[in-house]
């Protein structure tokens, strides 16, 4: 997997005055400020605080998806100026990375894109991305990844009937209630067969199983009992710093296990809601817990939280230690 995308030099063409510009914000704040100009058509202050993000990133030496979706909407941005050197410019370093897939075929269609269509070089960075597709799915084990993509939608189809008899009757009914023990039947299910694969191959990364059959270990572990997840966590902080599971799956796997154990959540992923307002469950630090999210991947508090809003002063004097 390669990390460090593209030449810091290259970045810096296309964002003269970045920093007069974005010094008032932490790196952390620049994506939401960005989309934010996106959403009210500033494409060149977007352009310039997207372009912004990846500078950062790259000295920072950060990437996940936060690095590849800032890539792809500076690229955008840049497009909808007519600029279309620096879209290229982007778009061509970050074409064969592996998290860069998860735009295709996005990047086909997408509006924002359409003023690079008729410029000679658009063929030749889709053959590019194509290519590297290509590359990627061939190392695939195309049973293992069946098998797991089935996992996949086994983990997901009682809980959506949870969730949707839940929304439709109450939480207090015969109806949710069923689906929710066909859910804790399912899971016990999924965690044996997770387990025997876990055995025999290891924690799969998408090179070996896809995105998804990838994705489909980290869910089945996630939904597992405490002493599962204590067992599994150490092997997926190996595989994530490999490349072989996300970062931001990682982080809800670590939250997840210390509330369990009684302890301070990191990242804000472990929620309860009373009187239709959500918050994070015993956070530590969360006047800087959007640093860390913005680090392995996760959008800010106020985004993850709504419709509930997020104030850290308020939720330190009012929820930092409810159960």
């Known amino acids: 997997m390669k990390h460090l995308f593209f030449c810091l030099s290259l970045v810096v063409v296309l964002s003269v005055n970045v920093f007069s510009q974005t010094k008032k914000l932490k790196l952390y704040q620049l994506p939401e400020k960005a989309y934010q100009m996106y959403q009210s058509k500033n494409y060149a202050q977007a352009a310039v605080l997207y372009t912004s993000v990846l500078e950062q990133s790259i000295q ?12 792809y909407n500076a690229a955008c941005c840049w497009a909808l100026q007519n600029k279309a050197d620096s879209a290229f410019i982007i778009l061509d370093k970050v074409a064969e990375q592996d998290l860069f897939l998860s735009q295709y075929p996005h990047i086909l269609t997408d509006g ?13 960075l ?40 839940a929304k439709e009757f109450g939480r207090e009914s015969q109806e ?39 994705r489909a270990i980290y869910l089945v572990v996630q939904h597992a009992g405490l002493h599962v997840q204590e067992k599994y966590l150490p092997l997926m902080r190996k595989a994530a710093k490999l490349g072989n599971a996300s970062m931001d799956d990682l982080a809800f796997l670590e939250d997840r296990v210390l509330i369990r154990q009684g302890r301070m959540q990191i990242y804000g992923s472990q929620m309860k809601t009373v009187d239709g307002h959500s918050y994070p469950i015993r956070l530590k630090d969360p006047k800087n817990v959007d640093i860390r999210r913005f680090n392995v991947g996760l959008e800010p508090m106020s ?8 104030d850290p002063v308020e939720y330190k004097r009012s929820f930092q230690n409810r159960q």
Do not use: C
């Open 60 to 71: 920072q030496k950060l990437y996940n998806i936060n690095t590849i979706d800032a890539a």
């Open 112 to 124: 924002d894109l359409r003023p690079l269509h008729g410029d000679s070089r658009w063929s030749p």
């Open 303 to 310: 985004q993850y939280l709504q419709p509930s809003k997020w």
């Open 126 to 165: 889709i053959s590019k991305i194509e290519r590297h597709k290509s590359f990627f799915e061939s190392g695939v084990d195309m049973a293992l990844k069946k098998e797991l993509d089935s996992l996949y939608d086994k983990d997901q189809k009682y809980r959506n009937l949870s969730a949707k008899k």
């Open 176 to 214: 949710y209630k069923a689906a929710a023990a066909q859910t804790r039947h399912q899971d016990s299910l999924n965690i044996i067969q997770i387990e025997g694969l876990i055995a025999k191959y290891g924690w799969m990364g998408p090179r070996k199983v896809g995105f998804r059959g990838s």
